[in-house]
């Protein structure tokens, strides 16, 4: 399974991205998409997931500002990232994670990272 993140950039305090996910596998069953970002010498956090049902959840420092969608029928999940702050600069990754009846047959893949740099 490859996930292809893409959209990431460099823009000032203020601005907005529009980040975009794309998965060489069928999404739409059992199947939990997320946004996970990275900045230099932290660990990664969780910026949003939504699962299945289309519950969204969203880590605490994005809430409001930040919008995660997805769209079973292309493959792809998106994240709106809007009044961006210098602290939001992190790589941003791509995660999907596929539940089973049988849990020993979950999967958890995580795709490459797009860098996203906000400027003050």
């Known amino acids: 399974v490859q996930l292809q993140a893409s959209g990431g950039g460099f823009v000032q305090a203020g601005g907005y991205l529009r980040l975009s996910c794309a998965a060489s596998?069928?999404?739409?069953?059992?199947?939990?998409m997320g946004w996970y970002r990275q900045a230099p010498g932290m660990q990664r956090e969780l910026v949003a997931e939504?699962?299945?049902?289309?519950?969204?959840n969203y880590g605490d420092s994005v809430k409001g500002r930040f919008t995660m969608s997805r769209d079973n029928a292309k493959r792809m999940v998106y994240l709106q990232m809007n009044s961006l702050k210098p602290e939001d600069t992190a790589v941003y990754y791509c995660r999907l994670q596929s539940f089973a009846l049988s849990p020993k047959y979950d999967r958890d893949y995580w795709g490459l990272g797009t860098l996203v740099t906000v400027s003050s």
């Open positions: 596998r069928d999404i739409s069953s059992r199947v939990t």
């Open positions: 939504v699962d299945s049902g289309g519950y969204t």
